[in-house]
């Protein structure tokens, strides 16, 4: 059972006593306070816990600053939508997350050097992103492979960040113990910029692993989907990172491992993008990369990989994670997958547009069942004279006006 407090309660510690001595009646049943720190506002909770199956919800509705109780199921007891509890977006060093904004993090699967690295994040800085990806330390399949550069280019990579005013940087941890690396590198750097740690497909039930990530409060989390388990799996490893008392947690799709997605690397599951939004309280991310990891075109001209982000974006994501390298040939780590900081532009432009698309036909549906409260406001910035948009991702509203204008085109 869950007990949600009303959000402008300003001193809930008298609630929150009422609410656990009223628990304390009940045999085998204790309660337990969380607090989120939302988008738009602080959000409390009490879980009871235990045999709640005969506690009655009435006496805890009725209580004062109680704005509902909820019964629910074990799975997925603090990511879980349960028919009635809020998304749970998040605002972190400036930047927005959640189902309302559009994040785009554009970058290097793996550092390989500085030069790359400054390349890459002034394309950004040109384009209005400020959402990167940067891979330092890298699992791979084979030990003979690059393992990335590690601790010793997270340095320049925030020096770097915040010269191009880059405000979170997606970052993959391997081991507990890069958790502190990239902490110490962050406070020797002066905190330039932010990081969003990923937990990769391979340690997706690395459950020593989850709970460190869970138990560490200064990182919100990026959680990519094992490649091999069922979706009930990742999201349940989610719940344990939630379940040690880091709730800012997106979850993204990166493609299963089969054969039936052949040619492309991984066959898209994006198609499971309504259903994790209707399941859980989280925003979720798309990778592309890994999902198509070659860099054909369709007959229309634009790369398989563009048509994965649409196909993400128009199911619901609200954030795209995606390779880019100034020189995909030289490479250290699938340089066959990643996008060229010329096709950065159009990259954005497409995202933008298929994000508008679906928020427009939400917009025009009759809204019975819907979540979201789309914003009729535009916060995208006009093309400039040069006909480019320019547009602020890394946590803008993306909603567009639905009196007729549209994103530019591709």
Not at 207 to 236: C, Y
Not at 259 to 271: A, M, V
Not at 306 to 334: N, R, T, W, Y
Not at 336 to 343: I, M, R, S
């Amino acid at each position: 059972m869950i007990i949600l407090l009303k959000p402008e309660i300003d001193q809930p510690g008298e609630i929150l006593r009422s609410i656990i001595s009223m628990a304390q009646r009940y045999d085998g049943v204790w309660a337990k306070p969380y607090s989120y720190s939302g988008r738009d506002c602080g959000i409390t909770e009490v879980h009871l816990i235990g045999s709640t199956r005969t506690v009655p919800t009435q006496p805890f509705a009725a209580l004062p600053g109680v704005l509902r109780v909820l019964r629910v199921s074990a799975k997925y007891r603090l990511i879980g939508r349960h028919g009635g509890a809020e998304p749970l977006g998040f605002e972190y060093n400036g930047v927005s997350f959640g189902r309302e904004t559009l994040n785009v993090f554009a970058g290097l699967c793996a550092v390989d050097t500085r030069e790359h690295v400054a390349r890459t994040m002034a394309a950004l800085a040109e384009n209005g992103v400020v959402t990167t990806r940067m891979g330092a330390y890298k699992p791979r399949t084979s030990p003979y492979d690059f393992q990335g550069l590690g601790a010793e280019c997270l340095p320049y990579v925030f020096e770097l960040a915040g010269k191009h005013g880059i405000r979170v940087i997606a970052i993959e941890a391997t081991h507990a113990r890069q958790i502190d690396e990239l902490r110490s590198a962050l406070e020797n750097a002066g905190n330039p910029t932010g990081v969003m740690l990923q937990v990769g497909t391979r340690n997706a039930q690395n459950f020593e692993l989850l709970k460190a990530i869970g138990q560490q409060r200064d990182f919100p989390v990026l959680f990519k989907r094992g490649m091999g388990i069922t979706l009930e799996e990742s999201l349940n490893a989610c719940e344990y990172v939630a379940s040690e008392g880091n709730p800012r947690i997106v979850f993204c799709f990166r493609g299963v491992r089969t054969h039936l997605g052949d040619p492309h690397r991984n066959l898209l599951d994006f198609g499971l993008v309504p259903v994790v939004l209707r399941q859980t309280r989280l925003a979720v991310c798309i990778d592309p990369s890994h999902s198509v990891g070659r860099m054909d075109l369709a007959p229309d001209g634009l790369p398989d990989i563009f048509h994965a982000v649409g196909q993400g974006l128009i199911a619901g994501a609200s954030m795209v994670l995606v390779d880019f390298h100034p020189e995909p040939k030289v490479a250290l780590c699938d340089g066959p997958q990643a996008l060229t900081l010329d096709q950065l532009p159009r990259l954005v432009r497409y995202a933008a547009t298929a994000r508008a698309a679906y928020e427009s036909l939400v917009a025009a549906h009759d809204g019975a069942g819907t979540d979201t409260r789309l914003q009729k406001e535009s916060h995208m910035e006009q093309a400039d004279a040069a006909g480019r948009s320019r547009l602020p991702f890394g946590g803008a509203r993306s909603s567009v006006s639905t009196t007729g204008s549209r994103a530019a085109a591709p």
